[in-house]
């Protein structure tokens, strides 16, 4: 995932980079047009944009004054990109509050490589999970629910409830033969 991500910058609205993380070499001044073309036209509800060869998707912290960007290649579909933005903007904001509250306009560096390491990492294992979630059966499904009669949702009630109840017992076996 994070060959997928080229870039995250976080940018304070008066113009200071607080923050950025290049995976590879941008062509270009890509951040800088999209300042240009997008932000300071403040294009109301917009939090994606596409030019050239990137795809952006960004964040506004408007307490703060800050813009979290994102920038991955227009070829990449990056899943789950908005739970990605949103924890490394959420971690941002709640590590470096106070200094951010403190100034006006930030100008100082901030701290964070780990922490977006951290995250970066939680994400592309969330990423996998969602991959080997396999394909929903047609009784999960909301068309399946909707033209059961009463007697079949019943029964495919009391099959997953014996399901749980086996997957429980099984566990409780398991953690019983650890014990020993």
């Known amino acids: 995932m994070s060959a997928m991500l080229d870039c ?13 993380k290049e ?12 300042i240009k073309t ?4 403040e294009r109301s509800g917009e939090t994606s944009y ?10 506004l912290v408007n307490e703060f004054d800050l813009v979290f960007v994102m920038v991955y290649t227009s070829a990449v579909s990056l899943l789950l990109v908005d739970e990605l933005l949103n924890s490394l903007k959420s971690s941002f904001v ?3 509050k106070e200094r951010i509250t403190a ?3 930030p100008t100082s560096k901030f701290e964070f490589e780990k922490e ?27 068309l399946a629910a909707d033209i059961m009669n009463p007697t079949q949702k019943k029964e495919l009630a ?9 997957e429980e017992e099984e566990e409780g076996e398991e953690e019983e033969d650890e014990d020993e």
Do not use: S
Request: glycine share 4%; aromatic share 12%; proline share 2%.
């Open 103 to 105: 100034l006006p306009k």
């Open 8 to 20: 995250f910058t976080v940018l304070h609205k008066g113009g200071a980079v607080l923050w950025r």
């Open 50 to 59: 596409k030019k050239d060869a990137y795809q952006f998707k960004w964040a």
């Open 158 to 166: 009391a099959k997953k409830a014996k399901a749980k109840d086996d």
């Open 116 to 142: 977006f390491q951290r995250i970066l990492h939680k994400h592309e294992q969330d990423v996998q999970a969602y991959r080997n979630r396999g394909q929903k059966q047609f009784v999960d499904t909301a």
């Open 38 to 41: 997008v932000l300071l036209e």
């Open 94 to 96: 709640k590590l470096f």
């Open 23 to 34: 995976m590879c070499k941008l062509q270009g001044e890509p951040i800088n047009d999209l």
